[in-house]
Structures are given as C-alpha cells and as structure tokens.
C-alpha cells in the first residue's frame, strides 16, 4: 500500500503522519488490496471557528477508487470521522465484491 500525506496551509509533523497511519491501518486490516491511499489535511482560511480543519482522502482498490472527507474544528477529529468513513466504505465495497453464492449440494444416489 502506498500512503502519501499532504499538507495545505498546514506542515505535516511526524506526530500527525503517525497519527494518520495508525489510522488508516484498521483500513487494511480489513481489506489487503488497498492499493493506493492519499491524504489531504487542510486548513480553511474562513472566519468562523467551526469547520476550519479538514481532511480528505482518496483510496484506490482494485477495481474502484473511494473518496471521503470531513471538517470539523480540530484536525484529530475530522481524522477521527474519516478513518470511521472510509472504513465503513471499504467494508461496504469488500463486501459487494466477494462472492456470495453457495455451490449446490451434490447428491449422492
């Protein structure tokens, strides 16, 4: 899996890269043909407080890419609601791709 993390308004610490990884890691643990994965953490330049911090990501698994994204006012946070989002979109597309139906019984005469 490749992780790349980019920063835009923001330096990315090696505290925060951490942080990033451990969370995206619950992703391939569930699924392991999680090819690509980037991270954009953003800092809004808007006047109110509230949705400033946000963080966007876009994984690329076989066959499909996901893209999910969240704002909140603290960057740990909105990390926080889109490793939940993006698990749950993983799970949903892993889901849907496995084969779910049973081969017939064989009868013995």
């Keep these: 899996m490749n992780l790349t993390i980019s920063g835009h ?17 619950r ?8 090819v690509d994965v980037k991270v954009l953490l953003t800092v809004d330049k808007m006047k109110e407080k ?4 946000r963080a966007e990501c876009n994984i690329h698994v076989k066959g499909k ?3 999910g994204e969240s704002a ?3 960057l740990y946070a909105a990390l926080d609601d889109l490793a939940d989002k993006m698990d749950r979109q993983v799970l ?3 889901d849907k791709t496995q084969d779910h139906h049973h081969q017939a019984a064989k009868r013995l005469m």
């Excluded at 992703?27 to 999680?34: K, L, Y």
Aim: proline share 3%.
């Design 72 to 74: 909140h006012a603290d």
């Design 9 to 25: 308004h923001l330096d990315v610490t090696p505290a925060l890269r951490a942080y990033v990884t451990s969370k995206l890691d």
């Design 92 to 94: 949903r597309h892993k």
């Design 65 to 67: 890419d996901l893209f």
């Design 27 to 34: 992703i391939t643990r569930h699924f392991d043909q999680v």
């Design 50 to 53: 509230d949705l400033r911090q």
